[in-house]
Nanobody
Framework: QVQLVESGGGLVQAGASLTLSCVAT????????FAWYRQAPGKEREYVAA????????DYVDSLKGRFTISRDNSKNTVWLQMNNLKPEDTAVYFC??????????????WGQGTQVTVSS
């Protein structure tokens, strides 16, 4: 079983940066691929970014390329989402997700509880 715990959310002003963390339990971390999703109030959950078995393989939704960076450290069982130049429209609950297999194809199986990010104007 894989458990994911996100942290790092908070209330920030527009233009600020935040880094979200996702710690995964279990001894299979290096075999997992990860993604970040977000869900804004009244909207459907949307894909943000994903990372393969190492930080050299990443994917992003086009609208966030250049502002968000996903990375992982297999020695720390941790995945991060660095978010720069935050905008009010980035306000959402951010979820970490994991699965075995190809990181770009969605269908993530394991999910964290989410961490709230609020960006004020």
């Amino acid at each position: 079983q894989v458990q994911l715990v996100e942290s790092g959310g908070g209330l920030v002003q527009a233009g600020a940066s935040l880094t979200l963390s996702c710690v995964a339990t279990g001894r299979t971390f290096s075999s997992l691929v990860f993604a970040w999703y977000r869900q804004a109030p009244g909207k459907e959950r949307e894909y943000v970014a994903a990372v393969g078995w190492d930080s050299g393989s990443t994917d992003y939704v086009d609208s966030l390329k250049g502002r968000f960076t996903i990375s992982r450290d297999n020695s720390k069982n941790t995945v991060w989402l660095q978010m720069n130049n935050l905008k009010p429209e980035d306000t959402a609950v951010y979820f970490c997700a994991a699965k075995f297999g190809e990181f770009r194809t969605g269908n993530y199986v394991y999910w964290g509880q989410g961490t709230q990010v609020t960006v004020s104007s």
